[in-house]
């Protein structure tokens, strides 16, 4: 029985090649999609995770003192180390009007055997090789320099030329931009001349026996050694993976969206199949397939066209893949195609196959139980025992009689309608979803502060200069409205083996507009606000109390007054006036200031002007220029990412279309014989079907716009609690995009109707009258 | 195929004498068709299935065409209709060629000039029998009240009214084909062009429907008829016999005695 079912699948696949194109299509494109989402999810840290193992690289990272820092290399649980190194701050490249901020590491001519880079071009540094540098992978593609290229860095106390020899991926960071300073390496001879035997830090990589159990490993360090700045390399793994989070957010969105599309598809075809096969079906059962069976066979024909168009589609997606990854591959000198991983094929497969089971299993079951005589006899499915109802509201409305006829014809066949609708719908869905992703960041732009970007426009950080001729400097400027002084800590919550990020503040933080989400800003020591991804994380709120271990053993309890929104680290902060601390740390290493100019006052301007005056003892940055800078290639790329997958989303819902509607000329062919029989012209009966089709599109846009508006909102609303940032910050599009999209939606359905609306249009009348 | 007997011309040509007798002038011609012919081909082998048909209708006379399953008379009324292209000759409707119309062209004729009856009714299945009839009144143009006054005249007429609202599978054969009757009447054609339209019905259904159709011949109606059935047949003013799609003969009927005749000689036809 199962030869006679294939023999019969193929039969059928053959007789209908046109629609079995279609299907396959339409499948592999969705299988494409979801292919790239899973890819794109799993393997957007696997060069850094590749480069990690290949360099035999450090799990973990230590800042601070070396005597630490060598201690700590022989705690147990270390296998190796790469370092001490000196860390040099305050360097820039400048190229062009962008200024790089870089950092040095005297790494040495010969790599450790934990190594804490892995070298992707050119040569590592050799022993003579004085004004060698090996520069940071991210920097040289940001900045366009090559091996062999002439570099100058500068610093407070002059320029310095290097020759660049090398080109190395850094394991100690996510990618230069994702994560700055851009780290160079040199000789220690070449440090010294350029740092004048100044070393601002030592730092430390060191391999575990578990790398896993990196977090457990430092909060223990930070215990013992608590004026330490460390990292894991789960977290630079995070890092690497935020450059892609958006890209696999919005294709994860997309592939839900086309398999819904597909299964809309597949019911609509099989629901057409069984409607034009009625005959063939009686023939099937006369001859001895159980309705079971004759279930299955539809099934089996099915699952023949998904099956191997969700491989074509795997293979597709898995050869786009490297559009997203290559980037972050490139970097890693890892190879653009991410590991071949049978569990993400298989998933893709069994996913698609499995929504192909479910949106065919039940018009495929209505076929196995038609009437064999009435098949046999009629070959037509019943028909209606009432008016058209569609025919008779559009009768009531007085509408012409061709829109009355469209509207019938298209509604003829209710379920195969509604999934038509639903495969459009989903279309407008989506290109409301990008319409609104991009009306949120054009809103971000205009108000950053409303996504956590700096409540500043910006940062003055001190280089050679003291933390208080910095700020004096900053008081003198009249440009300077207002400004904050923060101080960075690390401190760990206790039992979390978590270290978090926190800002001690002083000045006028109260007045800066630091975006409170909830409660209220400190209003002096001993009061905290949390960041809202780690208020959630810990849930904690307003009235709560927040314990923190400062240096590993200074136990703070702090009452949360507020939250508030921060950008960075997913909004795991802790901010609280820096008076709260003074005792315990007179003063802190790392400070700089946030400032804000006067309202009408280019910041730009200021910005030179105190870089001028602060010569290279400090470094001032224009932060809302870069944060916006940022969003506006983010929203660049998502749009690119987002408009393309609409494409095929559009495509899909055409396709969709183009079959319904092949099905229902196909059994509309009586009616139009009859039609034309009693007057309707061959350029009416095309327009009849283009209008039916132009009603699937209004109805698409009436339903799909409100609701891609309302589902991206929660959408966005997910995304920010995910990213510690606060709901509603979704951005409606405006009234002109949406209702644009109305007649695009009308367009794109009259393309998708042409064909066979003109294939109706060119149909004999006698044929279709010797149709019964 | 069944051999058929030769033709009884002489019941044509009393018929013919009767007329010129009584000074009846021939009526002006609704429908004209000369030399006349269609062929099909299939798997390259051609079929002639209408050869060289002459033909004239007269203002409000009613004619059938005769003749065994396959003789062509279909084609004939399909391509007397516009719903088929002749591969030979010409046609004619109120005296002005139709023939090398194109479709578009001939659906806009149709509208107004030719009314269909189909053997299998052809009514819209998803529409009511109300909304079959009125929309071809509303494509010929007419505004919706008009074609609603109308629609409800030829119901009233052809004893449809309970059952305007019901779509046509829940009607009987009868029913189904007055609504057809009604549709193909609503713009009130120069020509109804009926194909077997009996030939789904059971016998108090044919005789209703013959019924109309020799009333709405009373009413000045043209009407061409095609038929295998010899009672249908009779109904008519004339009968043309077709065989081989040719027409070998034609019999006028005066009244009742040359319908008599006509039926028996048609029996014994078919016998």
Redesign the interface.
């Known amino acids: 029985m199962f030869r006679a079912a294939s023999l019969q699948a193929f039969a059928d696949l053959r007789h209908r090649w046109v629609q079995t194109a279609l299907v396959f299509f339409v499948v592999a494109a969705a299988a494409t999609v979801l292919m790239l989402a899973l890819t794109v999810w799993r393997a957007s840290s696997e060069p850094y995770e590749q480069a990690l193992d290949e360099a035999n690289g450090p799990h973990a990272w230590f800042f601070g003192d070396r005597s630490d820092l060598l201690r700590i290399a022989e705690r147990d649980g270390v296998v190796g180390a790469a370092g001490p190194y000196t860390v040099s701050f305050n360097f820039s490249v400048t190229v062009g009007t962008e200024r790089h901020p870089v950092r040095f590491w005297d790494t040495g001519a010969e790599l450790p055997e934990v190594s804490p880079v892995l070298l992707t071009e050119g040569r590592w540094l050799v022993p003579d090789g004085r004004d060698e540098v090996v520069i940071d992978a991210g920097f040289a593609r940001e900045a366009g320099f090559d091996v062999g290229d002439e570099i100058v860095v500068a610093d407070e106390a002059g320029r310095t030329v290097l020759h660049i020899v090398g080109v190395a991926a850094n394991l100690e960071r996510a990618p230069y931009p994702v994560w700055g300073p851009a780290v160079f390496h040199a000789l220690p001879s070449t440090m010294e001349h350029l740092i004048h035997g100044r070393v601002n830090a030592w730092m430390l990589g060191v391999r575990l026996e578990d790398g896993a159990a990196s977090e457990r490993f430092i909060t223990q360090v930070r215990a013992d050694y608590p004026s330490v700045i460390t990292g894991s390399w789960q977290e630079v793994r995070d890092g690497v993976n935020d450059v892609n989070t958006g890209n696999v957010v919005l294709l994860g969105v997309f592939s839900g969206f086309a398999l819904l599309a597909v299964g809309f598809i597949i019911a609509n075809a099989i629901g057409g199949q069984v409607l034009a096969q009625s005959r063939e079906i009686g023939l099937l059962k006369a001859v001895g397939f159980t309705p079971g069976q004759v279930t299955g066979l539809f099934v089996l024909e099915n699952m023949m066209i998904a099956v191997p168009a969700a491989l074509v589609g795997g293979v597709l997606g898995f050869g786009l893949s490297p559009l997203f990854l290559g980037s972050v591959a490139s970097l890693f000198d890892a190879s653009v195609f991410p590991t071949f991983d049978p569990l993400v094929s298989g998933t893709v497969v069994a996913g698609v196959g499995l929504i192909t089971m479910v949106f065919t299993a039940v018009p495929a079951w209505r076929a196995g139980r038609l009437s064999t005589l009435r098949t046999l006899t009629t070959g037509v499915m019943a028909?209606?025992?009432?008016?058209?109802l569609p025919?008779?509201i559009a009768?009531r409305l007085?509408l012409p009689?061709l829109l009355?006829?469209a509207v019938?014809d298209a509604f003829?066949q209710p379920l195969r309608a509604m999934l038509t609708i639903g495969a459009l719908t989903l279309v407008v869905i989506t290109v409301a979803f990008a319409l609104t992703i991009d009306a949120t960041f054009v809103a971000a732009q205009d108000d950053p502060v409303r996504l956590g970007g700096p409540p500043f426009e910006l940062q003055v950080e001190p280089r050679t200069m003291s933390n208080d001729g910095a700020e004096a400097l900053v008081k003198a400027q009249p440009e300077i409205e207002r400004y904050v002084k923060r101080a960075w800590f690390e401190v760990d919550i206790p039992e979390r083996y978590q270290h978090v990020g926190t800002w001690g503040l002083a000045g006028d933080y109260r007045e800066i507009g630091y975006p409170i989400h909830e409660g209220r800003m400190f209003s002096g020591p001993g009061e905290a606000v949390l960041g809202l991804g780690l208020a959630r994380e810990l849930d904690l709120g307003v009235g709560d109390t927040i314990t923190f271990l400062l240096w590993g053993e200074t136990r703070l309890e702090l009452p949360v007054v507020g939250t508030y929104v921060e950008d960075n680290d997913r909004g795991r902060r802790i901010m609280f006036d820096l008076a709260t601390v003074e005792e315990i740390v007179p003063d802190p290493g790392f400070v700089n200031f946030g400032v804000k100019v006067v309202s009408g006052t280019d910041a730009e301007t200021v910005r030179q002007s105190l870089q001028r005056h602060g010569g290279g003892g400090i470094d001032v940055d224009n932060l809302a220029q870069d944060w916006v800078d940022s969003l506006q290639e983010n929203r660049r790329e998502i749009r690119a990412i987002a408009f393309s997958l609409n494409g095929v989303l559009l495509a899909v819902a055409v396709v969709s279309l183009l079959t319904s509607l092949l099905f229902t000329v196909r059994e509309r062919q009586?009616?139009v014989?009859?039609?034309?029989?009693?007057?309707?012209?061959?350029?009416?009966v095309v327009s009849a079907f283009v209008m039916g089709s132009a009603v699937f599109a209004l109805l698409a846009a009436v339903i799909g716009l409100p609701v891609g508006v309302f589902l991206t909102n929660v959408l966005i609303d997910f995304a920010a609690q995910e990213d510690g940032l606060p709901k509603g910050i979704a951005e409606t599009p405006s009234a002109g995009w949406l209702l644009l999209v109305v007649p695009l939606t009308v367009a794109v359905t009259v393309i998708g109707s042409a064909l066979p609306a003109m294939q109706a249009g060119r149909s004999?009348?006698?044929d279709a009258?010797r149709y019964? | 195929m069944t051999a058929i007997a030769p033709v009884r011309t002489d019941i044509l040509v009393a018929a013919r004498s009767r007329l010129k007798g009584k000074g009846v002038q021939p009526m002006a011609d609704i429908i004209e068709a000369r030399g006349l012919a269609r062929a099909f081909v299939t798997d390259g082998v051609v079929i002639e299935a209408v050869r060289g048909v002459e033909l004239s209708v007269a203002e409000g006379e009613f004619v059938a065409i005769m003749g065994p399953s396959g003789c062509g008379k279909s084609t004939l009324l399909?391509i007397l209709?516009g719903?088929?292209r002749p591969s030979r000759g010409e046609v004619f409707l109120r005296g002005k060629r139709v023939d090398s119309l194109n479709?578009?062209r001939w659906?806009?004729l149709?509208?107004?000039e030719v009314g269909?009856v189909?053997q299998?009714f052809?009514?819209?299945?998803?529409?009511?029998a109300a909304?079959n009839v009125e929309?071809?009144g509303?494509?010929?143009g007419a505004p919706?009240s008009e074609a609603r006054r109308r629609r409800r005249e030829l119901f009233a007429a052809l004893g449809l009214e309970e059952v305007a609202?019901k779509?046509?599978?829940?009607l009987s054969g009868g029913q189904q084909q007055r609504v057809a009757l009604a549709?193909a009447l609503v713009n009130r054609p120069a020509i109804l062009l009926a194909d077997e339209p009996t030939g789904n019905l059971d016998s108090e259904s044919t005789r209703e429907v013959l019924n109309l159709l020799r009333q709405y011949r009373a009413e000045g109606q043209t009407i061409v008829l095609v038929t295998h059935d010899a009672r249908v047949a009779s109904a008519a003013d004339r009968v043309i016999h077709m065989r081989d799609g040719s027409f070998v003969g034609e019999t006028r009927i005066e009244d009742s005695r040359d319908r008599s005749r006509l039926l028996s000689s048609l029996i014994d036809l078919e016998v």
């Open positions: 028909e209606g025992s009432r008016p058209s025919a008779k009768s007085r009689p009355v006829i019938k003829s009586r009616d014989g009859i039609l034309k029989s009693i007057g309707l012209t061959p350029v009416q004999r009348i006698i009258l019964e | 399909h209709g719903l088929d479709e578009g659906a806009r149709r509208r107004k269909f189909f299998f052809n009514l819209i299945n998803n529409l009511s909304d929309l071809a509303l494509l010929s919706l609202g779509v046509p599978s829940r549709r």
